[in-house]
């Protein structure tokens, strides 16, 4: 028994172990990031993910696919996920699903859009449009049903939407209505959805119109990651059944590919979703949260897989550690601004590349019988037998009546006589024919499977050939932009060749002035050596004759300078010595008045009219002298800054003030009296008052 679709790159006869396939896609960047100039920080090499992670470059390595942002959706689909439709057509179930943060290009990817198709909505899947995943696997699937083989065809079709933990059927008539899973009794490890919409597609134009209805019903909402962000997890479902004539046995087979687009993986800070939104963000990452935690268990092998703490962990059951063949597209930013993101995206991706799926396929084979020659042989010889039986019979009765003719009697003994012999020919010739019959059967069994595997080689390496040509058109388009870029160097080089050529020109023009001027130099300084040393020795002599006569100037003016500094200082002494004279006569009139008051208690008016008057004389007087005196103070202080030398006289004449403080001390003890009158009160203020004038004087 042989299929067109038995054997392809994913080869598990009747069952076997496969890990989920793991492809990176990274997009281009926006126009945002490049008008903000967010640099990029990834690079790939080979199946390997260069990212620089804060001068730092982390290398993430081991990916079945590493897809940049100048691949296709076709490269993509051709890559990734072709290999998986023969799988499904051969009984195979097969998930297909788009992980990544918001705004890498999920939905893009699965899918897509495609303007160039033909009036009954189909196009080449193969061709290079913008038709997302969804709609090339679907395209794929008509396509490779139209072979003569295929007896019987039924696709059916469900779109449904994770959100907020719960589940929506975007094929309903009624949006709103939540649905409700159920484990599949009838398959184990399967779930159902109840009162889901099973729409049957016969055509890609079916198709188109029930994808664009889905798309128009998620649930999408503008974060800061993407203007129009879908917000839910969505699981588009395609189920075959068909039925394959090989040989004289037709051949039934089921499968089932799930297309999910999941919602953004990003925390709810990096979306800049807000109060309702941001209760959507918390569970979509719940439901991310559960995948990873299915993941990681499954990876461990631990003996409990959580698939039932999430909705989309329990309808992706069969997809994680289940019977289906899995492929991971994960859609990455190459940006500085989504880098921690991009970095969970990528570690996720080789998490999930450990777990394994236990593969079975969904096959039924009946025997039908195709050539009825045994029956109708059968039923042939039955009748003849019986007309045999029934004319030997008759012609024995009417012949034994009605005429006695020998001759009409042996020939019907004869004939009669010859019934076994007859039989005998009839199984000879049964059984000669049934043998020639098995045969023939036989070789036209051998030619059909010959036949089929020759149009499964043919269609093998078309298929072989396709990936080749575009592998070659890719590698021819490298070579074309390699090309380009060292036509580029070789200019930019032959440019810089030029531009250093007339430099050194240029260089060498200026060497050979700078050789002359040098030459020119050397000999002016030739001529001119003996005239510079003359005007060397005459400027030496005229220094030294500037030298000696600046410092006889020097000198006078330091003696002009100190002598008029003794005169002055002379001077100072002087009025301060005058000074002291003129304090000590005060004193001395001032103790002649206190003999005078003490003399002419009795006559205190007049008196008091008379100190009245000297203390006015003495006031004017002494406000004259402490005027000119501060006066010398200031101009001491400023004499004692250049004059350190003579602070030992100032220091003198302070002593002669606190001199002149003891006899004022002195006048004050002598004008007391056990019985003070208004003019001894008066005194002793007047005395106070000289007190804190001379107190002055020496702050």
Known sequence: MSSLFATSS???????????????????????????????????????????????????????????????QCQLYKKMVAEYIPQLLSGYNCTIFAYGQTGTGKTFTMEGECKELN????????????????????????????????????????????????????????????????????????????????????????????IRHGASMRQTASTAMNQRSSRSHAVFTAVVEWDELIGNEKITRRGKINLVDLAGSENIGKSGATKGSAREAGNINTSLLALGQVINALTEKSSHIPYRS????????????????????????????????????????LKAMNVENDIRANIRARKEQLFQSLGIMDDYLQGIGGYLRDHTSTVSRAKLLSLADKVLFSKVDSIVSRRGEIAEEANIWYTANTESLDNLKQQFDELSKALQEREFEAMKEKFKLELLEDEIREKSDEIERIKGKSLESIKVVQNRKNDLSSKA????????????????????????????????????????????????ELKKLQEESRSEYDSILEKNVSEIKENIGTANSLFDSVKTEKESITDAVKSQDELMESFKENKNQFSANFGNKLQEFKEIQNFNEKIRSTCEEKINENNTVSEEIELINVYAQEMKTLVKAPEKSETVVELEKYLSSIENVIGKIMS
Not at 58 to 66: I, L, P
Not at 158 to 173: C, I, R
Not at 318 to 335: F, K, Q
Request: charged content about 30%; hydrophobic content about 30%; glycine content about 8%.
């Open 10 to 72: 994913i080869s598990y006869g009747k069952g076997g172990k496969s890990c989920i396939k793991v492809g990176i896609r990274v997009r281009p960047r926006n126009s945002k990031e490049v008008s903000e100039n967010d640099q990029s920080v990834l690079r790939s090499v080979g199946t390997s993910i260069m990212l620089n992670d804060s001068g730092k470059e982390r290398k993430f390595t081991g990916y079945d696919f590493v897809l940049d942002e100048s691949v296709t």
């Open 119 to 210: 009036v009954d909505g189909s196009f080449k899947w193969d061709s290079d449009n913008g038709a997302g995943v969804t709609s090339r696997a679907m395209q794929h699937i008509f396509t490779m049903l139209e072979i003569p083989t295929c007896t019987r065809k039924s696709i059916t079709v469900t779109y449904v939407e994770l959100y907020n933990e719960e589940v929506y059927d975007l094929l309903g008539d009624d949006i709103s209505k939540k649905l409700k899973i159920f484990d599949d009794t009838q398959n184990a490890g399967g779930i159902c959805i109840k009162d889901v919409n099973e729409r049957v597609v016969d055509s890609m134009l079916d198709v188109h119109q029930l």
């Open 310 to 349: 999430s909705k989309l962990t329990r309808i992706l059951k069969d997809s994680l550690g289940g019977s289906a063949l899995t492929c991971l597209i994960a859609a990455v930013s190459p940006t500085m601004s989504n880098r921690s993101e991009t970095i969970s995206t990528l570690e996720y991706g």
């Open 505 to 552: 020109d240029t260089f060498k023009e200026k060497c050979s002035e700078a050789i002359e001027l040098l030459k020119r130099r050397q000999d002016f300084l030739g001529r001119h050596s003996q005239k510079c040393q003359d005007l060397v020795a005459k400027c030496d002599a005229f220094e030294e004759e500037v030298t000696t006569k600046m410092g006889s």
